[in-house]
């Protein structure tokens, strides 16, 4: 039989929320899962490739439904707006995309990005020019002038970077089928921002009005609409305005879960960002001041997001992949961890959210993310049992296959190492004002003070 792998003695864990089942045989062909069980070890004759898992685990791949994967891992917005170039970001990405499908992540959904390099990741991917996970695609996000996380730094017309601004209804309708004629899967409105003269968490900068255009002109066209809300108002109307799934949905309330409960909307927290921040932002230089003002915005936000899920909203995973401070291939599966510490889930229904659950940011339901027959075989093998330690997932060593499709995907290859582009970078003449007081000691001070 052609293209035929078949996996033995290992532990079962299909992605369902089923319990686990050990020394579960699991047949693929053709790029399908073709067999469990007894039925999968009636074919062992008629194999091309055998997989001995004894002691390991067999689960779906990963569903990363939050990435940014063309934008090259910046430090800032400054660098990420006015030091890149198009065709430089093409090829970074498919280089990154590489790290991505190593880390145990087969499909992704990357919904902002520059230029349109999220589409064309996804055609290069699935015509076979670029290794790396399915993608799922939008164009550039949706801002109002009073612009996104970047603030001032959003042009008050036009595109910059990841973002392209609209006016009024007329200009949302226009963009909205403007992306969609040119492939996107997916519509992301930023419907909170960063407000200079405001200070406290982001504010919300679109009414439900027009919130409701952009949904309404998306769905005419059989397109999905994400919506980057860190409030509790913007969580509420975006629910509402008819918006398929939130990311953040940060200080949550009631009012707020009751719209999304109403709405059928689906969450994903994208914790793994703040967290990063909050553990480990002092060893990358951010300001030490900001690093309790993330962890509590995790604290506050998980316990409602705990409510969510005990009355059954959907949750799906998501890094934010592609910051610097969450690099390509790092960190994808940090975020099971941290439903499991801070959301109080189990490890099964983390792994669910970030494989079935997935499904729905690929627009598959049905036909990814599960380990049954007519699936399609996207399989990790992992060293390991991620149900008593669920950050196993995050250790490269630990990940024995990745399929893709039915095809075992090479992890012993060397990537290259990426070394730092100078036009890429930010360079400083200094990181803050020299005072005589900063350069002079104390005794020269004074010396010239005489003089």
């Not at 076979?128 to 001032?152: D, S, Y």
């Not at 949302?172 to 089928?177: D, G, P």
């Not at 230089?285 to 509590?296: C, I, K, Q, S």
Request: one cysteine or more; a negative charge.
């Amino acid at each position: 039989m052609a293209d035929s792998i078949l996996i033995t003695g290992g532990t079962v864990i299909d992605g369902t929320g089923a319990p686990p089942r050990k020394d579960e045989a699991v047949l693929i062909r053709d790029g399908r899962i073709a067999a469990l069980g007894a039925d999968a070890l009636a074919e062992a004759e008629k194999v091309d490739t055998r997989i001995d898992a004894t002691g390991k685990t067999v689960m779906p791949g990963l569903i990363d439904a939050h990435t940014h994967l063309s934008f090259g891992e910046p430090t800032g917005n400054d660098e990420l707006f006015n030091h890149r170039t198009e065709g430089y970001s093409s090829m970074l990405t498919a280089y990154n995309a590489r790290k991505v499908l190593r880390a145990g992540v087969t499909s992704v959904l990357d919904a902002d990005c520059l230029w349109n390099i999220g589409v064309e990741l996804r055609d290069a991917v699935e015509t076979g020019i670029v290794e790396g996970p399915r993608v799922r695609a939008g164009g550039q996000a949706l801002m109002t002038m009073l612009g996104g996380t970047a603030g001032r730094m959003i042009r008050d017309d036009g595109v910059t970077g990841y973002a392209t601004v609209v006016h009024d209804k007329d200009m949302m309708v226009r963009e909205v089928r403007r992306q969609i004629k040119y492939g996107v899967d997916w519509i992301k409105v930023h419907v909170t921002g960063l407000i200079p003269s405001m200070k406290g968490p982001e504010v919300q900068v679109w009414n439900i009005d027009e919130l409701r255009t952009v949904c309404d002109a998306a769905h005419e066209l059989n397109t999905l609409v994400v919506a980057h809300c860190r409030n509790s108002a913007s969580t509420r109307d975006a629910a509402r305005a008819g918006v398929d799934m939130i990311y953040h949905a940060s200080y949550m309330d009631d009012e707020a879960l009751e719209a999304v409960l109403e709405h059928g909307t689906v969450l994903c927290p994208t914790f793994t960002l703040l967290g990063n921040l909050a553990d480990y932002g002092e060893k990358v230089g951010t300001a030490p001041e900001l690093l309790d003002v993330f962890r509590a915005e995790i604290e506050v936000t998980a316990k409602q997001m705990a409510k969510a899920h005990s009355l059954g909203v959907k949750f799906l995973t998501g890094s934010e992949t592609g910051f610097a401070v969450t690099p390509c291939g790092e960190w994808h599966a940090r975020e099971l961890e941290m439903f499991v510490e801070y959301m109080g889930m189990s490890e099964m229904d983390a792994i669910v959210a970030a494989t079935r659950n997935g499904a729905f940011a690929m627009r598959m339901e049905g036909q990814l993310g599960t380990l049954e027959p007519g699936m399609i075989a996207d399989v990790l093998v992992i060293d390991g049992d991620p149900l008593q330690n669920i950050k196993i997932l995050q250790e490269k060593e630990r990940i024995v296959e990745v399929i893709k499709d039915g095809k075992r995907v090479d992890l012993t290859t060397p990537i290259p190492e990426r070394k730092p582009r100078p036009s890429d970078q930010v360079r400083f003449l200094a990181a803050c004002p020299l005072t005589r007081s900063l350069a002079l000691t104390e005794e020269q001070l004074e010396r010239l003070s005489h003089v």
